[in-house]
């Protein structure tokens, strides 16, 4: 390489242009989960047209009925598939940082697990908090177990001084223990409990009501920023241990925040909608592939790419069996697997 194209100038233009791209695909991104979230407000059981649901949108429909599915079923449906997307890829995205392990994600560390031993309790045994309303029973057990698990790891990591490694085989134990009690009770079940409890572990968004929405953006507004204002030294814990703890960062701290964040994240989500799989894993890869390892735009490409794929699996569990409303965790599973398979061959894995 010749002087000229190692003179600082070239160098901070080469910089500054891949800064540009990256914006730009991030702003992509954007585009496509705006799309994504106007189709599944146009696509559902009842026949509507677009132009019927943007007045419906605006406060002028047709019809009043139009106005009920719209603000009673629809919105709130595609409302829960961006804020659930976008918190379990952005909780993803983290985890896979912090453990350095690109196989990480809320799911494999037993987050979905214990979240569904606290809603087998609730459902199967009727253990729940007293003088709780009915509405919340289910997702608050599953909160406390779901935070429960990441508590546990997050004890392993401060106070026992273990390494991600360590973290990461703690969580399969985590999985298989919380899948045994899991399968215990449901073995005790009543066949209308096993029934209940089947359809909760399958994922659905079109229970959450306005009242949990608001608790899922409220979540993701505290710790959307929180993660974004950590990822200079995310990127840096990229390049290694050493290295992050050369340039001043404290990375215990950095990793018990980063794990606090993903507890709450990924705990609300499944405490709401049930088990979504795939998109803590696949999301934080295909951004990563979009923007690179930059955590100023990895982070909130990840959380992007993680709500248009949960919308775009929102609007497929409509059609993809005319009249049936399928679970979306059903149509994560089945879209999740075969890109995550498409990424693994494309990184020659």
Do not use: Y
Not at 152 to 159: D, E
């Amino acid at each position: 390489m010749t002087d000229a194209a190692l003179n600082p100038e070239t160098i901070l233009d080469f910089h500054a242009r891949a800064l540009r791209r990256r914006a730009m695909l991030v702003t992509g991104i954007g585009v496509l989960v705006v799309a994504f979230f106007m189709l599944d407000l146009f696509v559902g059981p009842t026949t509507m047209t677009p132009g019927a649901v943007l007045r419906a949108l605006i406060g002028t429909p047709d019809v009043p009925t139009d106005a009920i599915i719209l603000w009673n079923v629809r919105l709130p449906q595609t409302m829960t598939a961006l804020l659930v997307g976008a918190a379990l890829a952005l909780a993803g995205a983290e985890m896979q940082t912090i453990l350095d392990n690109p196989l990480a994600s809320p799911f494999t560390l037993g987050v979905s697990s214990a979240a569904s031993l606290g809603a087998a309790l609730a459902l199967i045994a009727n253990v729940s908090i007293p003088w709780l309303p009915a509405l919340w029973l289910v997702p608050v057990n599953a909160f406390i177990f779901a935070a429960g698990a990441m508590l546990v790891l997050q004890f392993v990591a401060a106070r026992l001084g273990r390494g991600p490694g360590t973290i990461v085989l703690l969580g399969i134990a985590l999985v298989f223990g919380f899948n045994a009690l899991v399968a215990l009770l449901q073995f005790t079940a009543s066949q209308s409990a096993l029934q209940e409890f089947v359809h909760w572990t399958l994922g659905n968004l079109s229970q959450t009501k306005w009242s949990q929405i608001g608790v899922l953006a409220v979540c993701l507004a505290v710790m959307g920023p929180w993660s974004v204002a950590s990822s200079w030294s995310l990127t840096a814990l990229r390049l290694g241990e050493d290295r992050a703890r050369a340039m001043g960062i404290d990375t215990t701290r950095l990793r018990l925040g980063s794990l606090l964040r993903i507890t709450f994240l990924s705990a609300i989500s499944v405490a709401f909608v049930g088990t979504i799989g795939f998109i803590g894993l696949v999301a934080p890869h295909i951004a990563r592939l979009a923007v690179g390892e930059d955590h100023r735009f990895f982070l909130p490409a990840s959380a992007l790419v993680g709500a248009a794929v949960l919308l775009a699996s929102s609007t497929l569990s409509k059609v993809l069996i005319p009249g049936v409303l399928l679970p979306t965790g059903i149509v994560t599973s089945l879209v999740g697997l075969p890109v995550f398979l498409a990424l693994i061959l494309r990184r020659g894995a």
